[in-house]
């Protein structure tokens, strides 16, 4: 496995209208796109910062991962994605080197990305991603 | 304020000899440096991807922020250094525009940037640092 760049930073966020704000305001970056991925039960609100996006991801049920992660730790950085390529062999790869799987098959996430993640009691605490993009 | 790009991701870690060892095997990154940052009270471990750090912390005591970090929380992503020119004036600007500074003034931080963070209460939950490299 040899990822390219971090391809986005997940950040849960109770308000996507509030987080908008302060990323555009405070932080000067421009939001440009919102996209709801009914699948993760969140709406998302995506800004690019050089090879790098950050999203933010409002739950839009409790029972969802970033609802019961805001419910447990409050607002905050949910995971960091990974760019990679022939996400299907890589997964092979890292799972033989030890992570845990939580998407045995890539599946597909916001933007359109092919998208895997692993479970952060095998990555040192942190809720990983690895992505493809085969829109490129 | 016009962050470049994400300098760095900093990631609290109990063991800095583990943190390495999952990052490079598994992740198949490679840790350029190790340094002591004994004013954090950290030994820091870096990794290059694209235009980004992936920054390990191991607390060298149970006292400073990152140790705190780790008993509150366990491990996981502690912190996101968005890159920027003119770092003086970016802090009284997001602090005009509510941002609540941990730092007032630029101080002297890991590979000699100089860095300032803001309070996670005032960022939607996300320790924020802010870096410029006077090195360049």
């Not at 993760?40 to 739950?59: D, S």
């Not at 933007?111 to 990983?128: D, R, Y």
Request: hydrophobic share 40%; glycine share 8%; proline share 3%.
């Amino acid at each position: 496995m040899k990822p390219t760049h971090i391809e986005h930073i997940g950040i849960a966020v109770k308000s996507l209208e509030e987080g908008i704000k302060y990323y555009e305001s405070v932080l000067g970056l421009k939001c440009y796109a919102i996209e709801e991925v009914r699948e993760q039960k969140v709406k998302t609100a995506f800004f690019k910062i050089g090879q790098t996006k950050i999203e933010l991801l409002e739950p839009t049920a409790s029972d969802g991962s970033v609802g019961k992660f805001i419910a447990a730790k409050g607002e905050g950085i949910h995971h960091i994605a990974f760019s990679v390529e022939q996400l299907e062999e890589v997964l092979k790869e890292v799972e033989q080197k030890g992570a845990r799987l939580i998407d045995k098959i890539p599946r597909k996430g916001a933007e359109g990305l092919h998208i895997a993640f692993l479970h952060p009691k095998s990555t040192m605490g942190v809720l990983t991603e690895l992505c493809e993009n085969k829109n490129d």
